[in-house]
């Protein structure tokens, strides 16, 4: 019976740092008339240190990217924050042009090589340390027929 108290306590004692372990994305995506795929995360950060999921698409995509917008929320992330947006092999497919972003103004970046997607995207971002930053992405993809 000890050994069952014990264990209750211990389970007790680390649930609330679980459940507050991380922060959250969200991806959807819808397509226009024109053939262009918009994929959008919507982000906010951990609680206790900033830090956000590297989140995965929900559809999987053939086309080209051509411009991907970065839009801070009402709770800033920090000034000179990174993103990457990476395909199945890892390739960053902005090649860079996502580092280094704005706290309050939303930005537009295109990338820096031709960027042929072939799958689901992934998005990751980094160095900031808000609790709870909250950060919309989108990225813009021409859709192959």
Known sequence: MKRMMILAAIVLLLLPSVAVAAGTCTATSTTTRQNVIVITWTCVGDASNG??????????????????????GTTNPTDDWDATLTDANSYDLMGGALANRDETNAERAVPTKTA?????????????SVNEADIVVKAYIYKEN
């Open 116 to 128: 042929w997607v072939d799958g689901a995207l992934t998005l990751t971002i980094t160095n900031n």
């Open 51 to 72: 830090s956000f999921p590297a989140t995965a698409s929900n559809v999987g995509v053939r086309g080209w990217l051509f411009a991907v917008d970065t839009i801070p």
